[in-house]
């Protein structure tokens, strides 16, 4: 069984940037796809993005796209989301996920993170 963490999450304003970190461990990460998915209070945890195994193939929420970028690095067992031109409503409680299909809703998913805080001020 894959465990992941979440590192990189922070407070920044509004047009900033923060890169997120999901390390895994186990020596089938690099079967996996890999998603991030956010939780906002009040809010049901949404999709944000998801990589195929081999980094080949990846694929956005609208709310992200062109913003934010998913990529993963095998031999490091880990996967990262680079969040450009933040807005408030992006802040939320950002997850990592693993799953064995592709998929882009949150029960496909069998493995998840704690989840890192990231916070945008206006």
């Known amino acids: 069984q894959v465990q992941l963490v979440e590192s990189g999450g922070g407070l920044v304003q509004a047009g900033g940037s923060l890169t997120l970190s999901c390390a895994a461990s186990?020596?089938?990460?690099?079967?996996?796809?890999m998603g991030w998915f956010r939780q906002a209070p009040g809010k049901e945890r949404e999709f944000v993005a998801r990589i195929n195994w081999s980094g080949s193939s990846t694929v956005y929420a609208d709310s992200v796209q062109g913003r934010f970028s998913i990529s993963r690095d095998n031999a490091k067992n880990t996967v990262y989301l680079q969040m450009n031109s933040l807005k408030p409503e992006d802040t939320a409680v950002y997850y990592c996920?693993?799953?064995?299909?592709?998929?882009?809703?949150?029960?496909?998913?069998?493995?998840w993170g704690q989840g890192t805080q990231v916070t945008v001020s206006s």
């Open positions: 186990g020596r089938t990460f690099s079967s996996y796809t």
């Open positions: 996920a693993a799953s064995v299909v592709s998929a882009s809703v949150a029960y496909a998913y069998h493995a």
